[in-house]
């Protein structure tokens, strides 16, 4: 089993919705969590931590379940510019490496 | 603000040509990691470092060697190039293991 696990996609969504992206990890033991984003054929880049309490960016909103090992990023008012693809990373208990989903693809459409 | 620079960012090789990837990050963090990113595959750690003067194997280190002899750079070596390490390479640092961390532009590699 993959360490870090999340529906490919594509998820395509007119401009205003509201769209959500999951993530399940298979250790208990990970300690921190995050969401990247990357656009097409450019580098991954921070879009939000994740923490236990959940946490909210503008429209954007992270929330982690330890209990059930999920993480899920949810995006209000979806924009044009929100098509890209979001990649699900944990870093496992020996706190060294990030380990990426394979990435969901967004494409917000007019 | 530099950040995270990788060089070259374009490169074709010969099976079994050599090459290197070189990685500098001028934010001082100690950890600096190389990936590669495959289409249907995610981003996978091939080497790590955690601080100047170590390296440590990811999930992927088979055909690479790294060195880290300066805390700023970190280079990835191919001694001989194959068509399977076709791929974009991402090079990235943290200031510790667990936080955010930031990544180079990549490099684009084909071996012919």
């Known amino acids: 089993r993959k360490e870090v696990e999340q529906d490919p996609g594509p998820f395509n969504v007119p401009e205003g919705a509201t769209v959500a992206f999951n993530c399940t990890y298979s250790n208990s033991a990970s300690q921190s969590f995050f969401w990247y984003r990357q656009d097409c054929r450019k580098e991954p880049k921070l879009l939000m931590s994740?923490?236990?309490s959940g946490n909210e960016d503008g429209r954007f909103t992270a929330q982690l379940n330890r209990a059930s090992q999920y993480i899920s990023l949810l995006i209000r008012d979806s924009k044009l510019s929100d098509s890209a693809t979001y990649l699900c990373v944990v870093v496992g208990p020996a706190g060294y490496a990030l380990n990426f989903g394979k990435g969901t693809s967004l494409l917000v459409t007019p | 603000n530099a950040g995270v620079t990788q060089t070259p960012k374009f490169r074709v090789l010969k099976t079994g040509q050599s090459m290197t990837l070189l990685c500098a990050q001028d934010m001082n963090h100690e950890y600096m990691y190389w990936y590669r990113q495959d289409p249907g595959m995610g981003l996978r750690l091939i080497h790590y470092s955690v601080g100047e003067g170590t390296t440590a194997k990811g999930e992927v280190p088979d055909g690479y060697n790294v060195s880290r002899l300066k805390k700023q750079n970190f280079l990835l070596g191919l001694e001989s190039a194959a068509p399977s390490q076709t791929s974009v390479y991402f090079c990235?640092?943290?200031?510790?293991?667990?936080?955010?961390?930031?990544f180079g532009q990549g490099t684009r590699l084909t071996v012919v």
């Open positions: 990235a640092s943290s200031p510790w293991g667990g936080a955010e961390a930031f």
């Open positions: 994740v923490y236990s």
